[in-house]
């Protein structure tokens, strides 16, 4: 069975500055999908930035990049010019394929990342 | 803005009552999926719909009824619930795989319908 650690249950970070989330996982497959959620206060989960294992390049998405280390099993996600809407629980999730559409998200516990003014 | 809707936002309900969450996409999507969230936790996955047919059922108890009427709809029945059923519920949507090839589809979420048990 596929495992997702995020070490750090709680972050803060100043406002225009960087910050980076880890997540590690554990899996036996070669092939998978890893994806960052956020869910601010409102609570609706908002896709982040998603990473197909196969893909040496790190998936970036404006502010926001991944650090894809495949061997290390290793997904960080760093936010750059930090605002204070990125403040948010951020789930870190990873997908094996499947057929016929029964798409399985495993989910890490989360890391609350506060954004200060 | 999500292009998964959820009705209702928020509902009380008894114990003895009857009630339905209902949600919407309209992004093409053949999958469907309920979650429950409680406080401080991930999501916790419910039922799957694909093409219109229940994939996948996480041994949730009886007294949660997920029903599919059309590509676009997904609801969730709700009868005799206890107070522990409290939750944000989280309706989900993507696309579908084709029968025999492999694919990781992308899961987007609606805002979800807060529920609360009394």
């Known amino acids: 069975a596929q495992t997702v650690t995020q070490s750090q249950p709680e972050m803060s970070v100043q406002e225009a500055e960087t910050v980076t989330l880890s997540c590690t996982y554990d899996?036996?497959?070669?092939?998978?999908?890893l994806f960052w959620y956020k869910q601010p206060p409102s609570r609706q989960m908002i896709l982040v930035i998603r990473q197909e294992a196969y893909k040496q390049q790190n998936a970036t998405e404006n502010r926001f990049s991944v650090n894809f280390q495949k061997a290390a099993k290793s997904f960080s996600l760093k936010i750059s010019d930090s605002q204070l809407g990125d403040t948010a629980m951020y789930f870190c999730?990873?997908?094996?394929?499947?057929?016929?559409?029964?798409?399985?998200?495993?989910f890490g516990k989360g890391t609350k990342l506060t954004v200060n003014p | 803005d999500t292009e998964v809707t959820q009705t209702p936002k928020h509902l009380v309900m008894g114990m003895t009552n009857k009630k339905s969450l209902k949600c919407e996409q309209h992004m093409g999507h053949r999958a469907m999926y309920w979650y429950k969230q409680k406080a401080k936790k991930p999501p916790e996955l419910m039922f799957v719909y694909s093409y219109e047919k229940l994939s996948i059922n996480e041994s949730v108890p009886s007294r949660f009824s997920p029903e599919c009427p059309n590509s676009s709809l997904l609801n969730l029945h709700l009868h005799a619930l206890q107070p522990e059923d409290s939750a944000l519920y989280l309706c989900?949507?993507?696309?579908?795989?084709?029968?025999?090839?492999?694919?990781?589809?992308?899961?987007?979420f609606g805002e979800g319908s807060w529920l609360t048990v009394v």
């Open positions: 999730a990873f997908m094996k394929p499947s057929q016929g559409g029964s798409e399985k998200l495993v």
């Open positions: 989900a949507s993507s696309q579908a795989g084709v029968t025999g090839l492999l694919s990781g589809n992308t899961i987007y």
């Open positions: 899996t036996s497959e070669s092939n998978y999908y």
